[in-house]
């Protein structure tokens, strides 16, 4: 997976993704800020804890692999943060498989604040 994910990508995410195509949950979650809020299939996961599961439920046990395709920065301007956005082709045991989805990063202190998958 590593010469799929571009080397544009800020290490958290990178992490994160990297993470992601080993199936490695606890690896999935280190990337994140301790108060980070993940968006996913309209509902939201705040904090560790939720965190910890909804990669359980929606990654490690759908083995969910993204393939990136991807890769923009949107500048947020003075008011707001920049959005890292990925482009991925999903995979896995899960119905309608492959997915093209994007995953939009919001940063922080060097650590991944929020996540919105669509």
Known sequence: MQDQ???ALPAPISAYLEAN???????????????????????SHAGTDEIRAWILEASIANQAVPRVTGYRLE?????????HVVDAEVSGGFPGS???LS?????ADGAIARLAIS
């Open 5 to 7: 994910i571009s080397p």
């Open 21 to 43: 195509a080993r199936l490695d949950a606890e690896a999935m979650l280190a990337p994140f800020a301790s108060d980070a809020v993940v968006g996913d299939e309209r509902r």
């Open 75 to 83: 500048d947020g301007g003075q008011a707001r943060p920049d959005v």
């Open 98 to 100: 492959p997915v093209q």
């Open 103 to 107: 995953f939009r990063f919001v940063l």
